[in-house]
C-alpha cells in the first residue's frame, strides 16, 4: 500500500493551498477528491484575490500572504493574472466619509482616492455620476478561477510530485488510515479541506461551527462592443457589506441608507463586483441566501437587481447574458474560518466566507507550520 506523508481530502483551493505549502516542506503528498474535476467553489468564482476589503486582523493578513504566493507561483503554473487592483466606485455621499476612514487606517496603505477622470483610465465604461469618490486599491489579483485551478493542480503534480486521486470519495479518516471509494490509502497526517460538505467526514466536529451554507447567483456578461476594464470594479453596495469598510464607525451612515434605499439589495446579500475575462466578457455577481440546502434554482429578480446595480455604475450599451450559474460556499456565524483538531495529526480546514480564493495560501501555510513546525 503506497505511505504518504501528508494526504489531503479536497482539490478546491483550500486543499491545494495545504498541497502546495506541504510540498515546499519536502513532504510526499497525495490529494483526494471525489469529483473527477473541480467542481465546487473554487472554480465557479470570480478569480478574485482580494486584500483591500477584507476584515480587519487575521483576514487581511492572510490575504495578503496569500496575494504574494499567487504572485509567486502564476508565471511558473502558467496562469494569466487578467487584472491587477480594485476600483471601487461609489454615488452616494455616505460613502465618501468611509473611503476617506478607510485610507486612514494601515489597511489602506497604497490605496487612494482617485478623481473620476483618473477612474475611468482605468474604467472607460465607469459612468461619471457613480464614480464621484473612487477607491482605487493596487493589492488585488484576478484569475480565471475555472482554467487557473486545473493549471494549479498540474502545476504541483509536475513540480513537486504530487499524486491526485480523483474520482475517489473519501468516507472515513483515522491517522494513517483513510478510507476511500478506490480503497485503503496510508498517510501520516491528513488534511480535510471538504469545502461546503460538512457531512461525509467528520461530521460532529464539523457541526459544532454551527456551518450552514450559502448560495451566490452569479453571471457572464458580454458588452456589444469590447470595454476595457483593467481593474475589478466594485460600488457603494461592497462598502456595506465587505467587513474592512462595514465595521469602520464611519459606515454606520453608509449602512443605513443603503437598507432604506437599497432594501431588496440589502436583503438578498447583494452587491456589485464585476471581473473581465480574457475574451473581454465580464464576470458579473453576487448575491447571498443562507440555507443547510439551498434550493438549486436562480431567481431572475435577483440577477435582475445585480444588472440594474452594474448598468448604475458600467454604461455597457447592448450588453447581453451568456452564462448564468449557482455557486455555494460553507459559512458560519462570527468567523471566517476555522480549523479544528481532531488529533495530533488530523486537522479539519473550512472558509466559512467568502474569501477562500482569497486567502487559502496564507491558511495552509499556517496549517502546515502548526503540524511540522516553523520552516527553518
Ligand atoms: C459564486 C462564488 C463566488 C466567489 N467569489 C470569490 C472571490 O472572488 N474571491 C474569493 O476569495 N473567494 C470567493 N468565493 C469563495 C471561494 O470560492 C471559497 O471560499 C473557496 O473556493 C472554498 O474552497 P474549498 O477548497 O474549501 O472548497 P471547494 O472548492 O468546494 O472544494 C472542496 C472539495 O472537497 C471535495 N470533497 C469534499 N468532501 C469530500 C470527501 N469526503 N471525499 C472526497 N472529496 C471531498 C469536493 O469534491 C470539492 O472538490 C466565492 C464563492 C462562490 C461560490
Known sequence: MPHYDIAIVGAGIVGLAHALAAARRGKRVIVIDRDAQANGASVRNFGFVTVTGQQAGDCWDKARRARDIWAEIVDEAGIDVLQRGLLLAARLDESEAVIDAFLRTPMGEGCERLTIDEARRLAPALRPEAGRFTLYSPHELRIESRTAIPLLARYLEVKYDIEFRRSTAVSAVEPPRIETSTGVIEAETVVVCPGDDFKSLLAD????????????????????????????????????????????????????????????????????????????????????????????????????????????????????????????????????????????????????????????????????????GSAA
Not at 451554507?213 to 457603494?236: E, G, I, Y
Not at 456595506?240 to 440589502?266: H, S, V
Not at 434550493?295 to 444588472?307: A, I, M, Q
Request: hydrophobic residues 40%; proline residues 5%; negative net charge.
Open 205 to 372: 466536529r464539523i457541526a459544532a461551527y454551527n456551518v450552514t451554507r450559502c448560495k451566490l447567483q452569479m453571471m457572464r456578461v458580454v458588452p456589444a462592443q469590447r470595454v476595457s476594464l483593467s481593474t475589478a470594479v466594485m460600488s457603494d453596495l461592497g462598502l456595506g457589506r465587505y467587513l474592512g469598510y462595514a465595521e469602520l464607525p464611519e459606515a454606520t451612515a453608509l449602512k443605513a441608507r443603503l437598507d432604506r434605499e437599497f432594501k431588496p439589495e440589502r436583503e438578498n446579500g447583494i452587491h456589485l463586483i464585476v471581473t473581465q475575462s480574457e475574451d473581454g466578457s465580464l464576470i458579473v455577481g453576487d448575491s447571498h441566501h443562507y440555507s443547510e440546502t439551498p434550493d438549486p434554482f436562480g431567481l431572475e429578480r435577483v440577477d435582475r437587481l445585480t444588472l440594474d446595480e452594474m448598468d448604475a455604475v458600467l454604461n455597457l450599451p447592448g450588453r447581453f447574458i451568456t452564462e448564468r450559474w449557482i455557486g455555494t460556499y460553507a459559512s458560519a456565524p462570527n468567523r471566517w474560518r476555522f480549523t479544528d483538531k481532531p488529533s495530533d495529526a488530523l486537522r479539519v480546514v473550512v472558509v466559512t466566507a467568502g474569501c477562500g480564493a482569497s486567502t487559502a495560501f496564507g491558511i495552509g501555510e499556517e496549517t502546515i507550520e502548526d503540524l511540522y
